[in-house]
């Protein structure tokens, strides 16, 4: 399987690698754009700390569980931070999750966790 043909799937299972080479499998909401993917996440997560350290990931297609469905495709990703990618990213998970992600914002304002959030952007590696 190659980058172009994971398309647009509802979840991806990503796989990013501690500084040992372990991976850690994460499955997330993806939004497609062009050729490239994005994933939504709270900047501080240790999916994004291991991505700042190391942009190379694994991706696959897979359940909400992160049980992959496809092959895996080796990517890069990085972090875009920015607040106006941030708020790209809502507006493409809006557009794609509708009430789903609304809602899931919704509880996110309640959340101890008060770390801002950040854009993911993969691309073919």
Known sequence: MQFREI????????????????????????????NKLYVWTVGDSGKVKRIRNNGRVRIAVSDARGNPQSEWVEARARVLDAPADDQAQRQRLAAKYGWQFHMFNLMNRFSRNKAGH???????A
């Open 7 to 34: 398309g647009n799937p509802t979840y991806i299972a990503l796989e990013t690698f501690r500084k040992n080479g372990e991976g850690v499998i994460t499955p997330v909401w993806v939004a497609a754009e062009g």
């Open 118 to 124: 950040v854009a993911l952007e993969i691309t073919a």
